[in-house]
T-cell receptor, first 114, second 113 residues
Framework: GAGVSQSPSNKVTEKGKDVELRCDPI?????LYWYRQSLGQGLEFLIY????????KSGLPSDRFSAERTGGSVSTLTIQRTQQEDSAVYLC????????????FGDGTRLSIL | AQSVSQHNHHVILSEAASLELGCNYS??????LFWYVQYPGQHLQLLLK??????LVKGIKGFEAEFIKSKFSFNLRKPSVQWSDTAEYFC???????????FGKGTKLSVKP
C-alpha cells in the first residue's frame, strides 16, 4: 500500500507480558517516528529514527521501552513487562528526506493491558 | 522544552457556523507549524502546514491558519463548518534540533447537523 502500515491493529495482553508493535513506513521515507496517544492526552513523542543515524530516544518513558529499525525500513517497538499505564494507541509516522515534508501517520496499534 | 497549547478541549458548533481553534507554541526560534485532523476511526491526516512565507496558510477542505509570530500563535479557522468536519484537531510544532513533532492535546470538534 501507499501509506504507513502498522500491525497489529489491536493488541490485548496481560500485565507483565512483553509486546512487539510493528511499523512499515512509506517506501523511500528515511525518517520514522513512534508516538503514543493516551486517553485524554495528546500525542507523546517516543523515538525518532533518521537514516543510519543513532535514534533519538529522548521520549521513551522508561527502560521497558525500546525500538529498532532494521535495514532502514521496518521498525519494531517493544514494551517489556507491560503495565496498565502502557495502554494507549501507538502511532508510527514517516517522512521523506526533504526537510520540508510533513509526517504521514499509520492507523496505529491500540494496546490494552489487562 | 517546547510545548503546544490548544485552548479548547471540546467545541460544539452548528453547521454553517464559523470555526476558530486556538493554538499557541512556546518555542521562540524558527518553527514549522502544522495542523493535523483525525476523523473518527481514521488515522491522522495533515490539514495544513507553515514553514515560511505568507503567514496565512490555506489547507484542504476550506481550512486556513494564520501564523502570528508576535503572539506565538497558529490558530485554525474555517468560515462555515460542515457535519463532516466532526473530528479531533491537533496543532503541532516541529522545530529546533529534534526531528519529532510536539503536539497539543487536541480539540474535539462536534458539528451538529
Amino acid at each position: 500500500g501507499a501509506g504507513v502500515s502498522q500491525s497489529p491493529s489491536n493488541k490485548v495482553t496481560e500485565k507483565g507480558k512483553d509486546v512487539e508493535l510493528r511499523c512499515d513506513p512509506i517506501s523511500g521515507h528515511t525518517a520514522l517516528y513512534w508516538y503514543r496517544q493516551s486517553l485524554g492526552q495528546g500525542l507523546e513523542f517516543l523515538i525518532y529514527f533518521q537514516g543510519n543515524s543513532a535514534p533519538d530516544k529522548s521520549g521513551l518513558p522508561s527502560d521497558r521501552f525500546s525500538a529498532e529499525r532494521t535495514g532502514g525500513s521496518v521498525s519494531t517497538l517493544t514494551i517489556q513487562r507491560t503495565q496498565q499505564e502502557d495502554s494507549a494507541v501507538y502511532l508510527c509516522a514517516s517522512s521523506s528526506p526533504d526537510s520540508n515534508q510533513p509526517q504521514h501517520f499509520g492507523d496505529g496499534t491500540r494496546l490494552s493491558i489487562l | 522544552a517546547q510545548s503546544v497549547s490548544q485552548h479548547n478541549h471540546h467545541v460544539i458548533l452548528s453547521e454553517a457556523a464559523s470555526l476558530e481553534l486556538g493554538c499557541n507554541y512556546s518555542y521562540g526560534g524558527t518553527v514549522n507549524l502544522f495542523w493535523y485532523v483525525q476523523y473518527p476511526g481514521q488515522h491522522l491526516q495533515l490539514l495544513l502546514k507553515y514553514f515560511s512565507g505568507d503567514p496565512l496558510v490555506k489547507g484542504i477542505k476550506g481550512f486556513e491558519a494564520e501564523f502570528i509570530k508576535s503572539k506565538f500563535s497558529f490558530n485554525l479557522r474555517k468560515p462555515s463548518v460542515q457535519w463532516s468536519d466532526t473530528a479531533e484537531y491537533f496543532c503541532a510544532v516541529y522545530g529546533g534540533s529534534q526531528g519529532n513533532l510536539i503536539f497539543g492535546k487536541g480539540t474535539k470538534l462536534s458539528v451538529k447537523p
